[in-house]
């Protein structure tokens, strides 16, 4: 699809916009994975080690994907995957009471947020000025797609049938048949 700039590049503030929001986070956790590990075991979440690697690689590699525009559904699919993991499991602000509740309401009504924009992200496509429209040839100018020579349609005037043609009947058929 041949979009305007203008739509490219909102398109394009919007990759970057949503893999600013896992990239901080991404290298916090990856910087203590075990740590990370330890905190989704302790809130109930079964093999916690092994989640906290897949979503920490989801959440620093599906960024990048997002910034270089790179298989968009899937890498979208992967951080929504992750997003609803994380946010599922530590920020279940209806365990708690107080400020803390409100903190963590906040921070999960956020990640609904992203969660909104990842999902626009997957019907939309990453646009023109994406890997994925490069390797497809979709962002080259240089040659213009040629306009297909439009036929002069023909006027829908039905044509007129002929009357249809009786048979003669013999008086002797009609004998018979009595």
């Not at 305007?4 to 990759?15: E, M, P, S």
């Not at 969660?115 to 962002?139: D, N, R, V």
């Amino acid at each position: 699809m041949d979009r305007g700039a203008g739509i490219n590049g909102v398109l394009l503030l919007n990759r970057l916009l949503l893999a600013g929001c896992f990239l901080p986070e991404a290298f916090g956790r990856a910087a203590n994975i075990s740590g990370f590990a330890a905190t989704l075991t302790m809130k109930g979440m079964p093999y916690g080690d092994v989640v906290a690697t897949v979503v920490v690689m989801a959440e620093v590699f599906g960024p990048l994907a997002l910034v270089l525009g790179l298989a968009p559904r899937l890498s979208a699919s992967v951080l929504i995957a992750a997003l609803v993991v994380t946010t599922g499991t530590l920020h279940r602000f209806w365990d708690y009471g107080g400020l803390t509740r409100q903190a963590e309401q906040a921070v999960f009504l956020s990640h609904l947020g992203v969660l909104a924009g990842l999902l626009f992200y997957t019907l939309t496509g990453p646009g023109a000025w994406s890997w994925q429209a490069w390797w497809k040839g979709a962002g080259n100018p240089s040659k213009p797609a040629k306009a297909k020579k439009r036929q002069p349609s023909r006027p829908r005037n039905p044509k007129p049938r002929p009357a249809p043609v009786r048979q003669a009947v013999d008086d002797d058929e009609l004998a018979d048949a009595a």
